[in-house]
């Protein structure tokens, strides 16, 4: 084997023995969960569900806030756990889904194709 694998399979024993893996798994479980009602609760999804009609801005703050506790997750799951916490990344389209939200309203209207 080869200087690297010699090294990835050093820093994953080490990873395991420290324990850390049970911390990690419990950072991916929390950054999953947020992600999952954000999704669940985004306006496209949570009216083909239940027939709720909220205003948009309630649906934003609610989205807004949901997004703020997952960027907080990730960003201690990534602070305790290391490299490794970059896999909590990836449900990050529906933890930061207000972001997007804007981005792509931003591009619409710039594009012309505003409501």
Known sequence: MNEFNWRVRDYARRYVDEGRIKTLVWFLIASFAIAGIEWALSP???RSWLDVSLSDRT???????????WSAVVIAGFLKCG????????PIKWGLFPVYMI?????????????
């Open 44 to 46: 496209f999804v949570i």
């Open 59 to 69: 649906y934003f703050v609610v989205l807004f806030i949901f997004a703020s506790f």
């Open 83 to 90: 490299w490794a916490g970059l896999l909590m990344l990836i």
């Open 103 to 115: 981005v792509i309203l931003s591009l619409a209207c710039a594009s012309g194709d505003c409501l």
